[in-house]
């Protein structure tokens, strides 16, 4: 099980980001993140008053609201590097990430077999592969590196935060719903001060009415992110946190396959070899 709610993520990460990369040619980055997750907040609410999980109030929530706090700076700090390019170096380093759930789990204990340990290195080497890394062309900035790992970082801290968060299902819709409204909180404040600032939260000419014909997408995006956090949540506890991890983290090649299917991106060498990479990590890491 541990291995099908991984990939369940990976499938679910991969295609929020493609919507989300979609959303963010029409609307700031900003106001994608917030719309999106006030979305998942309306429908989680429903979701925790339906399954009773009000009851399930406790300090593991503290969990919860730091992983809604480390979340939208981490994703900030990777919509900025992706502006300072290039963007083939700065998407895969984003993906190591993983190395912080990993390292938790060694640090607990788990010790995973021989060809797990080998899936491990497999299926990251695949997943920034993936990413098409440019080893040649501009030099990349001091900056859009620092803020690429800060934002690996992040998203890693996120994903052993979550797995932290809650003991029970219900505990977890409570716990999904708690990360949600403090990414709101968060990104809202955000978007409040770039906007003192001088940012807008909406193209230019553009109304309200810019996000309301978006709102199908937002929906999509805000809520398979949320599904995808609740995945990795069950296969983080159903298995051991270093194989649920790596292959919750095989994302990108799922965004990449989307970009080749709907947009006819053509998929790079080098991609192509980093998707059959990850999915010989992937057969390792599922072998018991």
């Not at 999980?53 to 700076?73: D, H, I, K, T």
């Not at 491990?120 to 592969?129: E, P, Q, S």
């Not at 029970?168 to 001060?193: E, H, I, K, S």
């Not at 965004?255 to 080098?270: D, F, H, I, N, P």
Request: proline share 6%.
């Amino acid at each position: 099980m541990t291995a099908l709610f991984a990939l369940a993520t990976s499938l679910l990460w991969g295609l929020a980001d493609f919507g989300g990369g979609l959303l963010t040619r029409r609307l700031p980055a900003l106001t994608v993140v917030v719309a999106s997750q006030c979305l998942a907040v309306a429908v989680l609410g429903v979701v925790v008053v339906a399954s009773g999980g009000w009851s399930e109030w406790g300090p593991r929530l503290w969990f919860a609201v730091g992983a809604g706090l480390v979340g939208p700076v981490a994703m900030l700090a990777f919509y900025k590097a992706l502006a300072l390019g290039p963007m083939g170096v700065v998407s895969p380093l984003g993906s190591l990430g993983v190395a912080v759930p990993v390292g938790v789990g060694l640090f607990l204990g788990e010790r995973p077999g021989p060809a797990q340990f080998a899936g491990i290195a497999v299926a990251v080497a695949g997943i920034v592969l993936a990413g098409g890394p440019e080893l040649r062309g501009a030099p990349v900035r001091r900056q859009a590196v620092l803020l690429t790992l800060l934002a690996a970082f992040g998203f890693g801290a996120v994903m052993a935060l979550i797995a932290e968060a809650s003991t029970t299902v219900p505990g977890l819709f409570l716990a999904l719903f708690v990360q949600r409204v403090t990414n709101v909180l968060a990104g809202g404040t955000a978007l409040y001060v770039s906007v003192r600032r001088g940012g807008r939260a909406l193209p230019e000419g553009t109304g309200p009415g810019a996000v309301w014909s978006a709102l199908p997408a937002l929906a999509f995006v805000g809520l398979a992110d949320v599904a995808a956090n609740g995945t990795y949540a069950l296969a983080a506890r159903s298995g051991p946190v270093t194989v649920a991890a790596v292959l919750a983290s095989l994302y990108p090649v799922v965004t990449a396959l989307a970009a080749r299917g709907v947009l006819k991106e053509r998929l790079r060498g080098v991609q192509a070899a980093g998707a059959g990479l990850a999915l010989v990590g992937t057969v390792l890491l599922a072998t018991e």
